[in-house]
């Protein structure tokens, strides 16, 4: 089991960057894929950002890859979103998520969720 909370939505100008936290509980952290996931008004959730158990291994959406960068720390149990050169359509809840399996960037392949935080980027 593991219990998710994300951290540092806000609002930021466009063209600006933001850093999204995701403490993680328990100690299985490290047996667990993590992936970014966000909603954006009016649409379904869709896949941001994912890595591996080690962290050696990652993949992006193209609407970010460039841009957004994920890490994970599996000491600290945190997986973070650096966010750049943000763009008013990256407005969204976004979501952290674990899995059991790489690669997968659907997100009825996630079994744990965070509540969400906001990012709102202004023009």
């Known amino acids: 089991q593991v219990q998710l909370v994300e951290s540092g939505g806000g609002l930021v100008q466009a063209g600006g960057s933001l850093r999204l936290s995701c403490a993680a509980s328990g100690r299985t952290f490290s047996n667990y894929v993590m992936a970014w996931f966000r909603r954006r008004p009016g649409k379904e959730r869709e896949f941001v950002a994912t890595?591996?158990?080690?962290?050696?291994?990652?993949s992006y959406a193209d609407s970010v890859n460039g841009r957004f960068t994920i890490s994970r720390d599996n000491v600290k149990n945190m997986v973070y979103l650096q966010m750049n050169s943000l763009k008013p359509e990256d407005t969204a809840v976004y979501h952290c998520?674990?899995?059991?399996?790489?690669?997968?960037?659907?997100?009825?392949?996630?079994?744990?969720w965070g509540q969400g935080t906001q990012v709102t980027v202004s023009s």
């Open positions: 998520a674990a899995g059991l399996s790489y690669g997968v960037y659907a997100p009825h392949n996630y079994d744990y």
């Open positions: 890595i591996s158990w080690l962290g050696d291994r990652t």
